[in-house]
């Protein structure tokens, strides 16, 4: 039996005020006590079906989030990025609408913007940088942005979303071709939301089928 | 310390008569013994960098092949997966041209066409089909499957090993103004290739920089 030790990592993003932010948490124990980092934690054999599993109780016990989409990003291992020793971080990225972090309320989740400069301990700068690179890579040709939207949303809003992650703005029409080829989205039915001085805009959610499983565009927006 | 087994797995795949083959190898030892499988083993904490550095080790010591490009392709675990109890495996492919296979010479490799119906111990069928769905998905959009062909190429070889993995014809003209757009190609200087009743072709490699970095197109093919 080699010794490696097997741990799980979480890149919990969420969007506040337009901007991507990443939940940090600070460590209860050594090695980095104190230190803000990513919430992660040994695997337990014990009771974990899986890595995903594990990220998911992991996610759950340090935050009291419940991740509504929770997807494997990469696995970053060698003798170096722990001081205990050799060791794997099967690492998660978890896209959470912010309102479900305000209401967890856990008092020691800070929310901070990716496009800040990062210092954290482990290698957990690289890991939020590929779980941040993954997400907007993915923003051009998937419904990843949609879980980071509430339950119910309309266009407009959807678009924010997208466009905040891609950081340029998209064509309106375009745009709404792109949503519709991927057949995801379902108006509710009598509900439209006031948009300000605009005529009040549909509502829509994620058909069931697609609010853990991504849907792909052929061709990018 | 939590006990796991941490391996590493190798998806070798090439392309020989134009089919996709993956690369398997009878165990040496239980559980499984004389059962064919991916190349895998432990991670070997003393000696390996990371876990692609182990998948590098174990892919050369039990076939003797240098893979030219070798990528992480995702992380399975859980308690079923492998009698000896609760394991990792970090699973890696490798894209080996034919040729190299070939001069290996490894008596105890075996191809066989990802296609046929494949029975294979632990999850590594699962593991081969997530491999060959990722290599298929990115050879829309990327110079992945320049990693198949020889170190030179024509442009009519390149384009029917983009078709042997995409499963379709692809139109000449717009295949070669991705190629461009990619500019990842170099025209050997006076090197051509006699073929058959056509004109001789123009041969390529790949330029230095791309030749362990994927190229990507912004627009799939």
Redesign the interface.
Known sequence: ??????TVDVVLLTLKDETLKVALLKREREPFKGVAALPGG????NE????QDAALRVLNAKTGIEAPYLE?L??F???ARDPR??S?S?AYYALVPYHIIEKAGHPDVKLVSVDRPLVLPFDHKAIVETAVARLRGKSQYSSLPCYLAGDTFTLPQLQRIYESLMGEPLNKVSFRRKMTEMDMLKPIEGQMEAAGAHRPAQLYRLKPEFRHQLQLL???L
Request: net charge negative; charged share 10%.
């Open positions: 039996m080699n010794q490696v030790i097997c040994y695997i337990h054999p974990d079906m899986d890595a494997q990469a696995t291992s060698g003798p020793g050799w794997v099967i052929a061709r990018g």
